[in-house]
């Protein structure tokens, strides 16, 4: 089985050297790196012990989606393994996944451990990352077995999958017509359910996520989130991102209207606080901001009710 690893970068030079420094380390080594490179010029990477290839489409507003499907169409394994950039992936990781995809095919899901601030800070140390890394809580944590049946699309999430190639191209690749941030995602989990594709958590796999600062829910795309719910709603006849969309409406941002959602303003520096990740935690929660927002939207309807 020969195994290709797909990512794509725009900006993040250092998460990008750390997943190269990483691959290096595995125990079985991937037979080549594809990286579309989401802006005007190549990286200057570690030299590797595989072949590294990157694809530069470019900085001018160019979709996830067509960086993720180029990668895969750059790609000549049987088997893809889709790592964002900043992820590390654990020694073992393209092993588990060789070992899993000989016997399952459709999506294939790893574990992630997301690393605090400073976790990257004297290099790539798995040790370390063991030692510091959490489980997402709005994530589960790996089956029991082996492999194990995620029934929800909504749960994929690319940052860290495998499937075959020539499941992939049975699902045509991630809708390029999704831009900006958020959607294209779920879309992809969705065709994949379409196709009759199996989504599958693996125990194993393990990728280290990189802390960056972020907003979550993405207050900071609101303009894309909204166009890329509305694609979603018109392509498949029912809603996605509806987490997000609720965050929105509680904070003033969104209203609903009829099937969609109107815009009323701009997001500002209140509603980039109320979101933005705590400064030293591994990563941030829609759940929590959406839960503080519910509990005060309860409190302000309780005065009202009493007065």
């Known amino acids: 089985m020969k195994i290709s690893i797909c990512t794509l970068a725009s900006g993040r030079a250092a998460h990008l050297r750390n997943l190269v420094l ?34 530069v489409l470019g900085s001018d507003g160019v979709p996830l989606s067509l960086g993720r499907n180029t990668a895969a ?7 893809l393994i889709f790592l964002d950039v900043d992820c590390v ?23 992630v451990g ?21 489980r997402h809580s709005e994530r589960p ?5 082996a492999v194990g049946p995620c029934r929800d699309y909504r749960c994929f999430w690319s940052l860290n999958f495998a499937i075959s190639a ?25 065709v994949v359910a379409a196709c009759g594709l199996p989504l599958q958590w693996v125990r194993g796999a393990k990728a280290y996520h990189q802390y960056h600062p972020h ?4 207050v900071h795309h609101l303009d894309s989130v909204m166009a890329n719910a509305h694609r979603f709603a018109e392509k498949w006849g029912e809603p996605t991102m509806q987490h997000w969309m609720r ?37 941030a929660s829609s759940a929590r901001v959406l839960d503080l927002l519910e509990r005060a939207a309860a409190k302000d309807a309780a005065s009202i009710a009493a007065e």
């Not at 169409?73 to 088997?79: I, N, V």
């Not at 800070?121 to 959490?134: I, L, P, Q, T, W």
């Not at 944590?141 to 077995?145: D, H, L, R």
């Not at 509680?250 to 509603?271: C, F, N």
């Open 247 to 283: 965050a929105f409406t509680l904070m003033g941002l969104t209203r609903r209207d009829g099937a969609g959602w109107v815009k009323l303003r701009e997001p500002e520096e209140r509603d980039l606080a109320l979101t933005r990740q705590e400064e030293d935690q591994p990563y």
């Open 215 to 218: 907003h979550m829910p993405p």
């Open 114 to 134: 997301y690393l605090p601030r400073g976790a990257t800070a004297n290099g790539v140390d798995f040790a370390h990352f063991e030692r510091v890394a959490v």
């Open 166 to 190: 020539a499941d992939f191209a049975r699902t045509g690749g991630f809708d390029e017509r999704y831009t900006g941030y958020g959607g294209e995602d779920t879309d992809f989990g969705r």
């Open 89 to 111: 992936p654990h020694p073992a990781l393209v092993g588990d996944y060789a070992k899993v995809a000989r016997d399952h095919g459709g999506v294939l899901m790893g574990e």
């Open 22 to 55: 990483g691959l290096m380390e595995s125990e079985r080594a991937p037979d080549e790196l594809i990286v579309a490179v989401l802006q005007d010029a190549p990286y200057d990477l570690p030299a590797a012990s595989f072949p590294v290839t990157q694809i």
């Open 73 to 79: 169409g750059g790609a000549s394994g049987d088997l």
């Open 141 to 145: 944590g790996p089956p029991e077995a």
